[in-house]
């Protein structure tokens, strides 16, 4: 029986040996240069601006204005955003966007995205501070989130701080 296989010249084996070495070659750039680029540190995100949008039914509309901070030396492509706020522990407000855009490396942009709170967490937020009877009131805040997409997948961050609320 005769085998189906061509009989390989030394020409053909040495352009295949060829395209092996090639191929091994771009594969290990690629693995060196992934490993130098080390684990990503988180992005900074602080709230710039909060802007009323009005009461509409049982919700209040609002457009929030974020600051998100690259600290990395590798722009980041995102591609949707997803925010949630708590004030005093509570579930204050959410949001999302798709936009989509690119956080220059050591850099920062400004991303804007609408939030939706329920009329009732505003009202029981209010209450809380209008029963408290002492001076000013510190209230804790977090705004937590995740930004899409791009090269490296989903980014998490969060912030948290305080609000000094003077009494009225």
Same mark, same amino acid.
């Given at each position: ?19 092996? #070495? ?6 290990? +750039? ?5 490993? !130098?680029?080390? *684990?990503?540190?988180?992005? *900074?995100?602080?709230? #710039? ?7 509409? !039914?049982?919700? #209040? ?50 991303? +804007? ?19 408290? *009877?002492? !001076? ?33």
């Amino acid at each position: 029986m005769q085998s189906m296989l061509p009989v390989s010249s030394p020409s053909s084996r040495r352009s295949l040996l060829a395209g092996f #070495a090639a191929s091994a070659l771009a594969a290990a +750039t690629l693995l060196s240069s992934c490993a !130098g680029m080390g *684990k990503l540190e988180k992005i *900074k995100v602080t709230v #710039a601006s909060v802007e009323s949008l009005g009461v509409h !039914g049982l919700e #209040a509309r609002f457009v929030v204005k974020l600051r998100v901070q690259n600290p990395n030396d590798i722009s980041l492509d995102y591609d949707g955003l997803a925010v949630d706020m708590e004030l005093n522990g509570k579930p204050l407000a959410s949001g999302v966007s798709s936009d989509k855009g690119t956080l220059p490396r050591f850099g920062e942009a400004v991303v +804007t995205l609408p939030l939706t709170v329920s009329t009732v967490a505003l009202l029981r937020q209010a209450s809380e501070l209008v029963r408290d *009877k002492g !001076g000013q009131k510190e209230v804790p805040y977090l705004v937590k989130g995740k930004i899409g997409g791009g090269l490296f997948g989903t980014v998490e961050f969060h912030q948290a701080g305080v609000l000094a609320i003077p009494r009225m």
